[in-house]
């Protein structure tokens, strides 16, 4: 079973040389190929509306009962400036990590392989990020700026919709922010370690 790491970006939010050798070459079982989810990161002494929240697109059909695997699509920000910061992951994900992981549809591609999907999906993913921020590169985490905020934003560029079940910060609690940039950790996703020792927290 692949190992499940944060990787390292710099500050100008540049993918890892690595990406995306975490996706399969080839497309596994057809069924869910395409499959878009929202996740919903669990977090030692975060409450669940405020919780980290990330698209999940799994481009290649190979997520299973344990697992999430695809394209992972966040921000994240820096505890200390509260700087955002666009990242995008390709490792697979124990599903021990999520409070919860909500199907909202499923997306179709004309890419021959999932690699090429999920750099296609990179880069349209930085693009929105690039607007919805207005090319702004200090730019904070805020109510109109953050995890849930692009999450949703992302959604809406695939045609889909936040689903309802999902609770929704509002702008005097906003989602906690993660600072990926400064710590790094190895998770096993067959072993389904506690992701708790995968972030950082601010209240």
Same mark, same amino acid.
């Given at each position: 079973?692949?190992?499940?790491?944060?990787?390292?970006?710099?500050?100008?939010?540049?993918?890892?040389?690595?990406?995306?050798?975490?996706?399969?070459?080839?497309?596994?079982?057809?069924?869910?190929?395409?499959?878009?989810?929202?996740?919903?990161?669990?977090?030692?002494?975060?409450?669940?509306? *405020?919780?980290?929240?990330?698209?999940? +697109?799994?481009?290649?059909?190979? /997520?299973?009962?344990?697992?999430? #695997?695809? %394209?992972? @699509?966040?921000?994240?920000?820096?505890?200390? *400036?509260?700087?955002?910061?666009?990242? +995008?992951?390709?490792?697979?994900? /124990?599903?021990?990590?999520?409070? #919860?992981? %909500?199907? @909202?549809?499923?997306?179709?591609?004309?890419?021959?392989?999932?690699?090429?999907?999920?750099?296609?999906?990179?880069?349209?993913?930085?693009?929105?990020?690039?607007?919805?921020?207005?090319?702004?590169?200090?730019?904070?985490?805020?109510?109109?700026?953050?995890?849930?905020?692009?999450?949703?934003?992302?959604?809406?560029?695939?045609?889909?919709?936040?689903?309802?079940?999902?609770?929704?910060?509002?702008?005097?609690?906003?989602?906690?922010?993660?600072?990926?940039?400064?710590?790094?950790?190895?998770?096993?996703?067959?072993?389904?370690?506690?992701?708790?020792?995968?972030?950082?927290?601010?209240?």
């Amino acid at each position: 079973m692949a190992k499940k790491s944060w990787k390292i970006y710099d500050d100008n939010f540049k993918e890892s040389m690595t990406f995306p050798q975490g996706i399969p070459w080839n497309f596994h079982d057809r069924n869910p190929i395409g499959d878009v989810y929202v996740v919903v990161f669990k977090t030692a002494q975060i409450n669940r509306k *405020t919780a980290h929240h990330a698209i999940l +697109v799994d481009v290649a059909g190979s /997520s299973n009962e344990e697992n999430m #695997e695809g %394209v992972l @699509v966040h921000l994240t920000a820096s505890t200390i *400036t509260q700087q955002v910061k666009f990242r +995008v992951e390709d490792d697979p994900w /124990s599903k021990d990590c999520f409070y #919860e992981t %909500v199907r @909202v549809g499923q997306l179709t591609t004309t890419k021959s392989n999932p690699q090429f999907w999920a750099i296609d999906l990179h880069n349209k993913a930085y693009e929105l990020y690039c607007s919805f921020t207005d090319q702004i590169t200090k730019i904070k985490w805020s109510s109109s700026v953050n995890c849930q905020t692009f999450a949703r934003a992302l959604l809406n560029e695939f045609g889909l919709e936040w689903p309802h079940e999902l609770p929704y910060a509002s702008d005097r609690c906003l989602p906690v922010i993660i600072d990926i940039a400064i710590q790094v950790i190895s998770i096993k996703a067959s072993k389904q370690k506690k992701c708790e020792e995968a972030f950082q927290k601010t209240s």
